[in-house]
């Protein structure tokens, strides 16, 4: 089956620095790729996608990078603010089936 | 505001109650989905409604039934559940044939008591 996974389950960063998350997927065949945030209290909120035919994606402070030779997607912050602080998981897509990692938790530090 | 409300928000039952779930979107979109999110685990595809046709996940317990009277709201009814199905429900909705993400409500967080 689909197994998506994030390297690591914890994260602590200084506020400004940059953060790095990190995802592996398995599903050779998987063509859209999707970062979440979730804060306490809330659902996953959408930050940025990419399709297969690219290799990376900026947005608002957000970078993801797609490396389909080794099955790797990554989420990197610009200059972390306290308000980053939340779990973060990445989700990729076959057709119209989701599969989802566990998620990190980012911990931005004062 | 995510465009996804669900209610309630909290909700306390026990095993022999009968209790249901509410979503609405207000974001055009023509498919809606229940995830179940557990501790520690990634989450869990529970049903599908595409264009008001359900696809499931065929290892969810007859114990949770959806119901998808238009595009716009979705419903789970639940009846005799069990303590391990406490867990954070949660409603989306998407574009089914895009590539398009997922948009999630707050989730309801249910307690089997």
């Known amino acids: 089956g689909e197994s998506v996974g994030l390297h690591l389950p914890t994260l602590s960063v200084q506020e400004g620095d940059n953060s790095i998350i990190n995802c592996a997927y398995s599903n050779s065949a998987s063509d859209y790729f999707i970062w979440y945030k979730q804060e306490s209290g809330k659902g996953p909120q959408f930050i940025i996608d990419i399709r297969s035919n690219m290799d990376k994606r900026q947005g608002q402070r957000v970078t993801v990078l797609l490396n389909k030779t080794v099955k790797h997607l990554s989420l990197q912050i610009a200059a972390t603010q306290p308000g980053d602080s939340a779990v973060y998981f990445c989700a990729d897509s076959t057709g119209n089936q989701f599969y989802f990692g566990t998620g990190t938790s980012l911990t931005v530090i004062p | 505001e995510t465009g996804v409300t669900q209610t309630p928000r909290h909700l306390v039952m026990g095993m022999t109650n009968k209790k249901s779930l509410k979503c609405e979107q207000h974001?055009?979109?023509?498919?809606m989905y229940w995830y179940k999110q557990s501790a520690k685990k990634p989450l869990e595809l529970m049903f599908v409604?595409?264009?008001?046709?359900?696809?499931e996940n065929n290892s969810v317990p007859s114990r949770f039934s959806p119901e998808c009277p238009n595009s716009s709201h979705l419903f789970l009814h639940l009846h005799t559940l069990q303590p391990e199905d406490s867990a954070l429900y949660l409603c989306a909705s998407s574009h089914r044939h895009n590539d398009s993400p997922l948009h999630f409500g707050n989730g309801t967080r249910l307690t089997v008591t």
């Open positions: 409604y595409s264009l008001e046709e359900r696809v």
């Open positions: 974001l055009g979109h023509n498919a």
